[in-house]
């Protein structure tokens, strides 16, 4: 099994620039996160999907964050322009179909730095 | 006041030493209770989950619930260096279940 697969693994640009980062859900879950963690806020939520479509994005910060799930294998989050203030570690994480407690299995995250 | 409590941390421990890592919380709807644990540069993996009040052993880890208090635990006996990461509690409502309220994680060292 490989695990969710999150690229570019870091990124580091400059202010204004678009960001985007990647990630491959684990084959057969149906449910996609992204978060973002930093030192001072934690891991906050940004976008909820399931089956592909976007249920809950109430996190999304501002309209600058867009993120896709094109098909059931791949997901993006892009960021338009970036800002110093957008620096954090995204993560990405898939959870099958069940009923009860939700197992959100995590990516590698991507490390990114925007100076 | 955060809907959910953790201590930051860093607790320091000698190895071989029963670690107690704990969690508070203000919303009384939260049935789902999750430890993850996160090692350095690395996503959080699911460590042990709970649904309402109790207690469950998993090898060395043991998760305690206590709903009358809003309080959940993770003890870790016959702690390892390995054991050293940073772990976050979260939990859940029932009808929102993939809606995770975080705890800001407690940085735990094991030290040989």
């Known amino acids: 099994d490989a695990g969710v697969i999150q690229s570019p693994r870091h990124e580091v640009t400059e202010m204004g620039q678009e960001v985007t980062l990647r990630c491959k859900p684990i084959?057969?879950?149906?449910?996609l996160f992204w978060y973002r963690q930093t030192m001072m806020r934690g891991l906050e939520l940004l976008i909820y999907?399931?089956?592909?479509?976007?249920?809950?994005d109430s996190g999304m910060p501002e309209d600058r964050f867009s993120a896709k799930m094109p098909n059931a294998s791949f997901s993006t989050l892009k960021i338009q322009p970036s800002e110093p203030r957008d620096s954090a570690v995204y993560f990405c994480?898939?959870?099958?179909?069940?009923?009860?407690?939700?197992?959100?299995?995590f990516g590698p995250g991507t490390r990114l730095t925007v100076t | 006041q955060k809907e959910v409590e953790q201590d930051p941390g860093p607790l320091s421990v000698p190895e071989g030493a029963i670690v107690s890592l704990n969690c508070t919380y203000s919303?009384?709807?939260?049935?789902?209770f999750m430890w993850y644990r996160q090692y350095s540069r690395k996503g959080p993996e699911l460590l042990m989950y709970?649904?309402s009040s109790g207690n469950k052993e998993d090898g060395r880890f043991t998760a305690q619930v206590d709903k009358s208090s809003k309080y959940i635990s993770l003890f870790i006996r016959d702690s390892q260096p390995s054991d050293s990461a940073t772990y976050l509690c979260?939990?859940?409502?029932?009808?929102?279940?993939?809606?995770?309220?975080w705890g800001a994680g407690t940085k735990l060292i094991i030290k040989p």
């Open positions: 994480a898939s959870s099958p179909r069940t009923s009860g407690v939700t197992k959100q299995y």
């Open positions: 084959s057969g879950h149906n449910s």
């Open positions: 999907f399931n089956n592909n479509v976007p249920i809950d």
């Open positions: 919303n009384s709807a939260f049935q789902y």
């Open positions: 709970t649904y």
């Open positions: 979260a939990m859940s409502e029932p009808d929102s279940n993939y809606q995770l309220i």
